[in-house]
């Protein structure tokens, strides 16, 4: 398949991995944090990590929506749907994530509130325009790459007059909680890894462009290199970051120049302009608040924010205390660290975020490193 069969090369995977082993410097170590969820599950899933030297680690970032999502957003979804009745729409990841109470929103579904799994925001403004006499919220989650979508149905509510529809906005942004694993004293205080690069997102890359990542370059001398997800883009992402930290280099480099433009797509940031603004400050699974580090919806589209339309408050809850989510999306523990990971933790019953989605951590890990003792060792 075109883009795709080429890209997965085994000859071609050896030859670049030949390429890194070559020129990575004894006695040095190259720690690059893959930012987005893709880029672990691709690591793991087609054993990146095992075609590496030992003084390349590759650590997880905190760019899997679902894994940073903190328990009480889920909780407030979850008392828009048991105390006020509302039918409330979701993607099919985050109806696994662990609320408060021992609840998620699959349980509250099987406790009888009305939740339904839905494929896109599009699906859950028709729903409200089939049941005009119930409220239908959609709880948006995601990055740059699933605001567009969301904003664009706000508009078509807003211009259809749709009432008893609303949105409850959990997008957030990337380069925000970037700058905050760089800088923040919270993480420091934590407990943070050394960081030396960055791959850099694909899909957030294709709609803000590789503009906004020259900051990390210039002001925290970080290399970054955007790359695809498929393995060969993640190979040479790897060797490019290579080659930048031995010649002293920290530029934005784009490995995913098939998609990604320094600009990104003008269309998509206009609509995302017009319907959203940035939060003062947004909490994040693992990484605490981030400042202006999330979306919300302008005051003239408050009729159709959740948020507004039925007065919640946001409320802080800490995580299971022995869930290691938190120090694992800063990079500082693998899965294998928690004593809870594949006992208690499956994916099946997971007790933390990270093991929810197919881009968690602890998901990936389970599904395709647990029994492979060199991946096991270098990375989760
Ligand atoms: S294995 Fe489960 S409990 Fe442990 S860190 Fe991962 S998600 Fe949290």
Redesign the pocket.
Known sequence: MKYIDEFRDGEQARHIATNIAAEVRPGTTYNFMEFCGGHTHAISRYGIADLLPPNVRMIHGPGCPVCVLPIGRVDMAISLALDQGVILCTYGDTMRVPASGGLSLIKAKARGADIRMVYSAADALKLAEQNPQREVVFFAIGFETTTPPTALVLREAQARVVRNFSVLCCHVLTPAAITHLLESAQAIELGAVPIDGFIGPAHVSIIIGSQPYEHFAQTYHKPVVITGFEPLDVMQGILMLVRQMNSGRAEVENEFSRVVTPAGNPSAQRIMAQVFEVRESFEWRGLGEVPGSALKIRPELAAWNAEVKFDLAYTSVP??K????G??LRGV?R?AD?????T??TPES???????SSE????VH?SYGRFRPAAHTKIA
């Open positions: 995580d299971h022995q869930c290691e989510c120090t694992i523990k899965p928690c004593k809870l990971f594949g208690v933790c997971p007790m933390g975020a990270c093991m929810v968690g951590a602890c998901a389970y």
